[in-house]
């Protein structure tokens, strides 16, 4: 699942794309919108189509010839998994030009320090082009971005550094006592890692904290262990919540996560009772945590046992119960439930667990961690983490439009629901309260929009500006839904395809919030 292998993947397919001229993006070809809903047709404004990486660069193509010198940079931006990163918050767009060889298309030129593989979607703001033939401007819009590795969402993880293994110990590692952490995307190097926050077990169970800062150097992190045995005899490693945060995501930091270096004796397995593994449970609001030995909750115990949500937040336990083996049961309060298609990773600190055959300190488990659930939407490109338009249909003669999320809400603000007309003229017309489950559980929702129906007559495509839908559980931007300009499914089978797959993958999923590509978003 992690990221960085996927790179060489996806770089032969930039490459492929430059010389194949660009084939996906063409004049007059419907691209799917965010999430796979249909775009919208406006005939005198440009539509944003697509979106790709091409050698670094990004090409977003509208579906008519645009005015040379039109582009404005300002208006366009990348967007993560994470609703509220924008890489403008990095580093921004450099510059933005029609390109020559396909004026339907702008070449996005990124500034400094932004990987466009890493985030999900492209955004544009309205007046980012202008249409050759009648000089009007594009209205606010996005598009899933094709080429995106990101993978956040999906088992174990987040949208900040994700760890997915350790360099086994060379001589020189071993002579200054140093382990190199290999994460699944570049680290931020200011501010420096915490390497207070970096730990590794050896085999009789002890745990060994990092000192000072970590070295960054890519995807990596170097952190010297002065203070403890040597690393030679490493078995795990892992980091504890805020050891880094992410070059593409400074407002992500990484949560806590393990893992076992590679040919430690006996699987890496300790003296002491080590997590093997984790599974969000049927009720949305607990976690099984499965040791190899069979382990008892300390009388102070039940707190110790973290739900990492794809985001980079975490949801400690409330309380958490033996069953009698080599499991624990730990319950979140409800605090997990309202966002549990975001739970992507479970992690046991130190000490909430202890062998059942030795209730003393020396029986005490060591940290660890394992992937819970899989939001299989937020697989690859296109999704956030906030309500995703996946399609629509316009009622006229009963006055409503039902819009079909790939996640649950909690509000609406119909005010930011705007009507087009074939033309690319907005529609005055306010719906009234809108209809939906306030209390669904995780999963597509589906909202219902009522008008006068005179007021739909005209109506040809619907614009959900930023903030129009609110997710469940997740708080601040990350919780509030992106800009669209979707046009109608106008087939009831293929609406009907569309939620077939999505609740297919959701109860498939442990962890649901349907299938949507990504970005599906992912």
Do not use: W
Not at 68 to 86: I, K, P, Q, V
Not at 212 to 232: E, L, Q, R
Not at 329 to 336: C, I, K, P, S
């Amino acid at each position: 699942m992690a990221n960085r292998p996927k790179r060489a993947s996806f770089a032969r397919l930039a490459v492929g794309l430059a010389s194949l001229a660009f084939p996906l993006i063409v004049t007059g070809v419907a691209q799917a919108g965010i999430a796979g809903s249909l775009p919208a047709t406006m005939s005198l404004r440009p539509v944003l189509r697509a979106a790709a990486i091409v050698n670094g660069q990004v090409e977003a193509c509208f579906d008519k010839t645009l005015s040379s010198g039109s582009a404005t940079a300002g208006r366009f931006d990348l967007g993560g998994y994470r609703a509220g990163n924008l890489a403008s918050d990095v580093a921004g767009t450099a510059t933005a030009a029609v390109d020559p060889t396909n004026t339907n298309c702008v070449i996005l030129t990124l500034g400094a320090g932004v990987d466009p593989s890493e985030y999900t979607v492209l955004e544009v703001a309205p007046g980012a082009v202008e249409a050759n033939a009648t000089a009007l401007g594009n209205v606010a819009d996005s598009v899933g971005l094709t080429g995106s590795d990101s993978h956040s969402g999906t088992i174990g993880v987040t949208t900040a550094p994700n760890l997915v293994g350790i360099v086994p110990p060379d001589g020189p590692h071993i002579t200054t006592n140093t382990l190199t952490y290999v994460f699944d995307k570049d680290v931020n190097g200011t501010p420096a890692p915490d390497a207070t926050l970096f730990f590794f077990v050896d085999g009789a169970g002890n745990v060994c904290d990092g000192t000072g800062t970590g070295v960054p150097s890519g995807s990596t992190v170097t952190v010297a262990f002065p203070g403890c045995g040597s690393v030679a005899g490493a078995v795990r490693a892992g980091v504890f919540s805020g050891a880094t945060t992410s070059a593409s995501d400074p407002g992500s930091s990484s949560v806590s996560q393990s893992a076992v270096l590679p040919n430690a004796p006996n699987g890496g397995a300790t003296v002491k009772p080590d997590l093997v593994s984790t599974m969000l449970g049927s009720d949305g609001d607990s976690i099984t945590f499965t040791f190899d030995k069979n382990v008892v909750v300390p009388l102070d115990g039940g707190t110790g046992y973290i739900a990492e949500l794809a985001n980079g937040t975490e949801v400690p336990s409330t309380s958490a119960v033996s069953t009698g083996g080599n499991t624990v049961v730990a319950r979140y309060g409800g605090h997990l439930a309202v966002n549990a298609e975001f739970g992507v990773i479970g992690f046991v600190d130190a000490g909430a667990a202890q062998a059942a055959d030795n209730q003393t300190a020396t029986g005490l488990n060591v940290p660890g961690s394992g992937g819970i659930g899989d939001n299989a939407g937020a697989f690859a490109r296109a999704f956030t983490t906030a309500p995703d338009v996946f399609g629509i249909t316009i009622a006229k003669a009963a006055g409503t439009i039902t819009v079909n999320l790939d996640d649950r809400v909690r509000a609406i603000d119909t005010s930011a629901v705007v009507l087009y007309d074939a033309a690319g003229d907005a529609v005055g017309a306010t719906p009234l309260a809108p209809s939906f489950n306030s209390t669904a559980g995780p999963g597509p929702e589906t909202v219902t929009l009522a008008y006068p129906p005179s007021a739909l007559t005209n109506v040809t495509s619907v614009q959900f500006l930023a903030g129009a839908f609110t997710t469940n559980g997740l708080s601040g931007a990350d919780a509030t839904s992106i800009d669209q300009l979707v046009g109608p499914i106008s087939d009831a089978v293929v609406l009907k395809g569309f939620k077939a797959v999505h609740v297919k993958s959701h109860k498939k999923a442990t962890h649901r919030k349907h299938t949507r590509k990504h970005a599906a978003k992912r």
